[in-house]
């Protein structure tokens, strides 16, 4: 083997949604062994405890949180594959789940790299980051609520005031047309609710960044990163030290663009989007924040508006893409080294010089 492993055995789990396939290679690369386990953790103990340890490789997926934390239990070491980064699993044109299985064993035999491994977070990060996704979708419901609501009203020829989507429940009732009361009193009494969910989740996601992330608060010394900007960085990333280079951050978010060299021919590709969606959501959201009106002035904000320049809606998204690049980078090199964030740095040093 030349994974640097000094185990003899290296297995394939290929996971489903109720069962895994497992597929064994000994020393010399030959099956050894291979089963079907269903995915409980008696039935991983019963099938995988009690032995020698050995190497396991799975892909990414719903269940390989807690079966790779279950199987490090047991005392194997375990690789987690990234299928979207590897052709070979994700292309494979003699797909079952088996051969899938062999091909991660064969992989992780010869070199775990190829895989492009994984690191999943803890389970208390996991859980902690479940509820900044729960909000998210509650969210997203009032959002499509409020904005259903609105259209129905302009269908009668009216419209109603303008407001947040906190206080649009009071603000809105008084201004429903009559014959639309019936069916949008229910939708009211939901975006009420669900404005009630919000902040009772966003109380406990306070209380969580205080009490087990307190380096929340070194990311919020920039202006328009918040509560949930900063701890889903966090959470997202979990340990500073994963990344030598803070520049490594934007691609690791997907924040740079696709590379596609042929020769002489290097074309402009758009970014490579990826990393974690939801992080780069709430990144995008505070670079928005940056470059907007209620934006303060910094360093970021006068090189983003200047990449902007004026009338062209191209050149704006494109800034807003790399002042997130930027803030990603900004936000690890402040939690690395804990500085304190001087928002005119730049301009400072220059107009002294």
């Avoid at 991660?104 to 010869?110: M, N, Q």
């Amino acid at each position: 083997m030349t994974n640097g492993s000094s185990l003899n055995e290296t297995m394939g789990l290929d996971l489903s949604d109720k069962t895994g396939v497992y597929v064994v290679l000994d020393h010399e690369g030959e099956v050894c062994r291979e089963g079907k386990v269903a995915l409980t953790r008696q039935a991983l103990s019963r099938a995988f405890g009690g032995g020698s340890p050995c190497l396991v490789a799975i892909e990414v997926g719903t269940h390989s949180p807690w079966v790779s934390r279950e199987l490090a239990l047991l005392g194997h070491e375990v690789v987690i594959g990234n299928p979207r980064q590897v052709k070979l699993i994700s292309q494979n044109k003699k797909k079952s789940d088996r051969e899938d299985a062999l091909l991660l064993a064969r992989l992780a035999r010869l070199d775990r790299r190829l895989l492009r491994p994984v690191q999943h977070r803890g389970e208390q990060a996991q859980a902690d980051l479940a509820m900044l996704r729960a909000r998210s979708l509650l969210v997203a419901g009032r959002t499509s609520l409020i904005n259903s609501v609105r259209g129905m009203v302009k269908t009668t020829g009216l419209r109603l005031p303008r407001c947040s989507a906190e206080s649009f429940a009071a603000r809105a009732q008084p201004h429903l047309p009559r014959e639309l009361v019936p069916a949008l009193e229910p939708l009211l009494a939901e975006i009420a609710s669900l404005t009630a969910r919000i902040k009772q989740i966003t109380h406990a996601i306070e209380h969580a960044a205080a009490e087990r992330y307190p380096e929340t608060q070194q990311l919020r010394q920039v202006p328009g990163v918040g509560l949930i900007c900063s701890l889903t960085y966090v959470l997202t990333l979990e340990e500073p030290q994963r990344f030598r280079r803070s520049r490594a951050a934007g691609a690791y978010l997907g924040l740079v663009p696709r590379q596609r060299q042929s020769g002489e021919q290097q074309p402009q590709m758009h970014i490579t989007k990826a990393g974690d969606v939801a992080l780069r959501s709430v990144l995008v959201q505070s670079a928005q924040y940056i470059l907007g009106r209620y934006g303060p002035d910094s360093d970021l904000r006068r090189w983003g508006l200047k990449l902007a320049g004026e009338g062209n809606k191209a050149r704006r998204k494109k800034a807003v893409i790399a002042v997130t690049r930027k803030l990603a980078v900004l936000l690890h090199h402040l939690w690395s080294t804990g500085q304190v964030y001087e928002p005119l740095r730049q301009a400072d040093l220059q107009t002294v010089g």
